[in-house]
């Protein structure tokens, strides 16, 4: 008796060897990196995880001896997430894949886009019809450091003159402030009004009518006293990206509220995850976005003087960086 | 309701590789992804503090009252720490790592940037959101709300809380975020290669019949396996006289309780395996 070997025990002194070999790559690769591996074993790899894959296959049919059967699914697990997990080898890497996929993604979710714009349009006139008709509401909408602006009446005339577009404050003040972005209450608005779709966009919506009458409610103040186009022109040159920035943190959040409020026929699931993955690359396009903006701004502001110039090198860079992202064919 | 939800049958899902073999893995209990969660949180605030503790420095000295840029350069370094190690380390954080969890693809196909993206974007609003928000509003420190915001703020927090506690009533044990990201988090497995307890030589001392073979299934020799492997001599000497019984042994007197069992647990595989391929495997002594 002692001499008949059971099937499962030859199975497993043939195959044994190789299933190690496996092992101790995979081990490797987990705990250094599979740059350490020499190109023999990364090519030995697949190799070895489709030899183990078919030895679990029979094991599982022919063999008894549990620990084997353990001990495969372990490490035909562990090899298939390290040979089929994609990787991204650096931050650099990740970089270039996100400018590359923001304007497909953008381009997607066009409609959202588009909602998003309106509705801090929209808000933005309600702001400045708001404030033309009852100037007190001035402060009630219009941001901190904004209000510092402008002085204690809306139509205080120290603090506004025509020749001097740039915020008041003077250099320092506003270099120091911009620089603290994103240790700035702003900052919190963008991933509220990404991640607040699943909220059925209600935060979404709420936040963008925020912002929007904010822009209305200081536009106001420079339109009556016949500096509003001035003041749109430094606001677009100034905000634009910062702007754009939000409205894609906004389409986010309407992708990923739409299949929560239209559930769709193939499942609330499966559409969430779809237009999930697209929220995820807007929103991180989005924040990048504000952040390229404010040290736009950051810099324009130390390295330039003249107040014209200023908005004009800032409009330029931004409408840069726009037509670099989003343009047609990357 | 199993809340927590351990490691079971209950939890384990399978997919099918290209190989067309199926990989079963199980779904990671709360516990544990709340201890990995932990974990993780001290290590950002670690960071956090390290870096609060440089701007600091560099701003010559105070510390910034205004509790906002905290918040906000904390979220940054949230968001920046995942990202880099759930890409980095195919779905692991240190603190998923050391509980033994990963985060994947649930449909099996790779782990992308924007799934990982959206799954702490969406993080935030579970937990770390209505965190702050309550934080800032009941900070009497602060005088930075309102009455209007604090209440605002804590509705805000009641129903980001809501949100948070979805994955305790889903049965995959799905975020928010996991169920936008198309991602779950299983367990990790990392089994060793035990010896083969069939192929030890010697042995044959004791002999069994057919029908003392016929009593046990493929469940009660999974668990011989195991008692073999781990447990002591008295536990042993316990089951050998149960099998006797079971079996209704009436050879050699038992005086060796390992080498009867090695015998038997070799036979019966032997049987069972046999079986097996004829297609009439016993799945335990019930039938």
């Not at chain 1, 608005?189 to 059925?200: L, M, Q, R, S």
């Not at chain 1, 966009?201 to 006293?225: C, D, I, N, Q």
């Not at chain 1, 995850?273 to 952040?291: F, N, T």
């Not at chain 2, 044959?204 to 057919?210: C, I, T």
């Amino acid at each position: 008796m002692a001499g008949v070997e059971l099937k499962s025990c030859a199975f497993r002194q043939a195959r044994e060897n190789s299933w190690h070999e496996l092992d101790e790559l995979v081990s490797r690769c987990e705990s250094e990196g599979c740059e350490r591996l020499t190109t023999e074993e990364l090519l030995q790899l697949p190799h070895l995880y489709r030899g183990a894959a078919s030895s679990l296959s029979v094991a599982r049919s022919i063999s008894l001896d549990r620990s084997v059967t353990l001990f495969l699914e372990s490490l035909v697990h562990r090899a298939y997430f390290l040979l089929y997990g994609a990787r991204l080898r650096s931050l650099r890497e990740l970089a270039g894949y996100l400018v590359a996929e923001l304007p497909i993604a953008v381009r997607q979710s066009r409609r959202e886009l588009w909602l998003s714009v309106a509705i801090f349009l929209l808000a933005a006139l309600l702001g400045g019809m708001v404030t033309t008709r009852e100037p007190g509401y001035f402060f009630a909408l219009a941001p901190d450091d904004v209000r510092g602006v402008v002085a204690s009446s809306p139509f205080g005339t120290e603090s506004l003159s025509s020749g001097d577009l740039w915020p008041r404050h003077g250099s320092a003040d506003v270099v120091r402030r911009v620089a603290e972005f994103p240790f700035n209450e702003t900052a919190i608005t963008p991933f509220v009004v990404a991640a607040g779709g699943v909220a059925f966009g209600l935060p979404t919506v709420v936040l963008l009518m925020y912002a929007g009458v904010e822009v209305g409610a200081v536009a106001a103040v420079f339109f009556s006293r016949d500096l509003g186009v001035a003041f749109l022109l430094w606001a677009i040159a100034t905000g634009v990206l910062q702007w754009f920035g939000l409205w894609l943190c906004a389409s986010a959040g309407f992708s990923l509220a739409e299949p929560i409020v239209f559930p769709p026929v193939g499942g609330r699931t499966r559409a969430l995850r779809m237009k999930g993955w697209s929220a995820g690359i807007l929103v991180v396009g989005g924040l990048g976005l504000i952040l390229i903006g404010r040290a736009t701004l950051w810099i324009v502001d130390i390295t330039v003087r003249d107040p014209a110039l200023k908005v004009l090198v800032c409009f330029f860079i931004s409408m840069g960086w726009l037509l670099f992202l989003f343009r047609r064919n990357p | 309701m199993n809340l927590l939800g351990a490691s079971n049958d209950a939890a384990r899902r399978s997919i099918v590789t290209p190989e067309g073999v199926q990989l079963t893995m199980h779904v990671g209990d709360m516990g544990r992804r709340l201890a990995a969660f932990w974990i993780d949180f001290l290590i950002i605030s670690a960071i956090v503090a390290l870096v609060a503790l440089l701007w600091r420095s560099m701003a010559g000295g105070h510390w910034q009252v205004d509790p906002h840029p905290y918040v906000a350069g904390s979220y940054l370094v949230r968001m920046l720490y995942f990202t880099y190690f759930e890409l980095k380390w195919r779905g692991q954080t240190p603190g998923k790592r050391r509980m033994g969890l990963r985060v994947t693809d649930r449909t099996g196909g790779p782990l992308m940037p924007q799934a990982v993206w959206v799954r702490h974007l969406l993080r935030e609003i579970e937990f770390l959101l209505p965190f702050s928000l309550i934080a800032l509003s009941l900070s009497p420190a602060f005088d930075l709300v309102s009455p209007f915001e604090a209440q605002r703020n804590v509705f805000a927090a009641i129903w980001m809380f809501a949100l948070g506690a979805v994955p305790f009533f889903q049965r995959d044990r799905l975020r928010i975020g996991d169920l936008a990201a198309g991602t779950w988090v299983i367990e990790d497995v990392r089994e060793k290669l035990n010896v083969d307890l069939a192929g030890e030589a010697g042995g044959g001392e004791f002999v069994f019949s057919e029908a003392q073979l016929a009593i046990y299934g493929i469940f009660e020799l999974q668990v011989l396996e195991k008692v073999l492997r781990d447990e002591a001599e008295e536990v042993l000497r316990g089951i050998a006289e149960r099998v006797c019984r079971k079996i209704g042994w009436n050879g050699r007197s038992v005086t060796d309780p390992h080498r009867f069992l090695l015998d038997f647990y070799k036979a019966q595989r032997r049987h069972l395996e046999a079986n097996v391929l004829m297609g009439k495997g016993k799945r335990d002594k019930h039938g």
